[in-house]
């Protein structure tokens, strides 16, 4: 039986990599996005590419209605999902007490409340049909404290590693993708300043996936791709948290 992924942020970066992997593993794919053009774009080269049967669904993730109309697409018993890979993502330039409120509203909409919300529908429907396997795309963020972006990416490893153990009796594996800084589209649209990172530290968006999905495949619920980065988050979490929190001053 040809298996079925649904990618939520699917139409660049990370997202554009998972849809492209999954399609060329032969996995009939649920492209979620927020722009109906660049889906339909996306859903055409990938079934020239791949051959694979590629539905599209145009919500906005940081709105209730968004999330239901992705959640639908998980539940949906005529085209069950096996795979959820939990993308979307945005950041915000500033730091946290300098932003407008609600766009820090919508970010946590986003980052937090989206994903939970897709886990609940993946969890309910994946457990009543033998399982299946869930993604959450977090950050290497996740452990040091640099504000808003950081805590929420911590919040998604936690409930993440939760999950992986708790749902194990009903075969759903649950893993936190933590990556570093990956050469996406991801930080032009925050207006982040990133001309200061160093050229080892970038990333590229298809080893990132190829390492998530390695791990998913060895049920590891916690992928942190290539060694540089497995060793800044290990001395993130092994250092006192009072020099960590020093380093990581300038984030927000």
């Not at 040091?144 to 759903?172: E, F, M």
């Not at 530290?201 to 060895?218: Q, T, Y």
């Not at 980065?229 to 092994?238: E, I, Q």
Request: with cysteine; aromatic share 6%.
């Amino acid at each position: 039986m040809t298996r079925r992924a649904l990618v939520t942020g699917a139409t660049s970066g990370i997202g554009r990599a998972f849809a492209d992997e999954l399609a060329r593993r032969g996995h009939d794919l649920v492209i979620v996005a927020r722009t109906t053009d660049r889906l339909e774009a996306v859903a055409a080269e990938i079934r020239t590419a791949s051959g694979v049967e590629v539905d599209v669904v145009t919500a906005d993730l940081s709105t209730d209605a968004g999330m239901q109309l992705a959640a639908n697409a998980l539940t949906d018993s005529t085209s069950p999902v096996d795979l959820l890979v939990n993308n979307a993502g945005a950041s915000l330039a500033g730091w946290f007490g300098t932003t407008d409120i609600a766009d820090e509203d919508r970010q946590l909409d986003l980052l937090v409340r989206a994903p939970m919300h897709l886990m609940d529908a993946a969890i309910k429907s994946m457990a009543g049909r033998g399982g299946g396997q869930i993604i959450n795309v977090a950050s290497v963020a996740a452990f040091t404290p640099r504000g808003v972006y950081s805590a929420h990416k911590a919040w998604l490893v936690n409930l993440s590693r939760w999950a992986d153990v708790h749902y194990d009796d009903v075969n759903i594996s649950v893993q936190a993708l933590c990556p570093g800084f990956v050469r996406t589209e991801f930080h032009q649209r925050g207006e982040m300043d990133v001309s200061g990172v160093p050229r080892w530290m970038w990333l590229k968006a298809d080893k990132v996936v190829a390492a998530s999905l390695a791990d998913l495949a060895r049920d590891k619920p916690l992928s942190v791709p290539s060694l540089r980065y497995k060793v800044l988050a290990s001395l993130a979490r092994h250092l006192p948290a009072s020099f960590v929190t020093r380093m990581a001053k300038r984030g927000r």
